[in-house]
Antibody, heavy 118, light 108 residues
Framework: QVQLVESGGGVVQPGGSLRLSCAAS????????MHWVRQAPGKGLEWVAF????????YYADSVKGRFTISRDNSKNTLYLQMNSLRAEDTAVYYC???????????WGQGTLVTVSS | EIVLTQSPGTLSLSPGERATLSCRAS???????LAWYQQKPGQAPRLLIY???SRATGIPDRFSGSGSGTDFTLTISRLEPEDFAVYYC?????????FGQGTKVEIK
């Protein structure tokens, strides 16, 4: 079955950097676009970034543009999110999710918590 | 950017009752790109409805979606104990994805 497992979360100081990973299995990773979505504590869902199946196109939410970079390694079935210049408001659970043909998020990983605090 | 506004914020109902959740868009959304998700505490969201009205794999038929343009509805015909959760609508358009702020369905 399709499985997505995030890792790399933790506590980082404001202005710091962190790289998240999402290991995919159970489907042909190189054929699907992938997303990162985040959820601040007690808040709703916020789409963060998308990458096409071949990495040729990347899109970002305005709130992270210029600070976050989405990438993928299809040979390793792994999605990444490089997060730089982190702010307190970036504190959230970060989920990776597989994109469907009609741009839904299905399924989702279990999430990894990023805490930006001094 | 298209803004999705969900109402009500919280719905207090009893098991067996009907739940009607609303999602209104700030501009017209293609029905093909309107979806609904369920999220339970401590869990990742789960896709319920895609294309405004199609149930995802394994979703019970008590869940149904409808609507077009700027107004969409998720209906749960008879609430089961496991349906008490937060529900989000989501749309895609112009290389951007947005979610509504969520509706919490709680036990009355």
């Amino acid at each position: 079955q399709v499985q997505l497992v995030e890792s790399g979360g933790g506590v980082v100081q404001p202005g710091g950097s962190l790289r998240l990973s999402c290991a995919a299995s159970g489907f042909t990773f190189s054929s699907y676009g992938m997303h990162w979505v985040r959820q601040a504590p007690g808040k709703g869902l916020e789409w963060v970034a998308f990458i096409r199946y071949d990495g040729s196109n990347k899109y970002y939410a305005d709130s992270v543009k210029g600070r976050f970079t989405i990438s993928r390694d299809n040979s390793k079935n792994t999605l990444y999110l490089q997060m730089n210049s982190l702010r307190a408001e970036d504190t959230a659970v970060y989920y990776c999710a597989k994109d469907s043909a009609i741009s839904t998020f299905d399924p989702w990983g279990q999430g990894t918590l990023v805490t930006v605090s001094s | 950017e298209i803004v999705l506004t969900q109402s009500p914020g919280t719905l207090s109902l009893s098991p067996g009752e009907r739940a009607t959740l609303s999602c209104r868009a700030s501009q017209s959304v293609s029905s093909s790109y309107l979806a609904w998700y369920q999220q339970k505490p401590g869990q990742a969201p789960r896709l319920l409805i895609y294309g405004a009205s199609s149930r995802a794999t394994g979703i019970p038929d008590r869940f149904s979606g409808s609507g077009s343009g700027t107004d969409f509805t998720l209906t749960i015909s008879r609430l089961e104990p496991e349906d008490f959760a937060v529900y989000y609508c989501q749309q895609y358009g112009s290389s951007s994805w947005t979610f509504g702020q969520g509706t919490k369905v709680e036990i009355k």
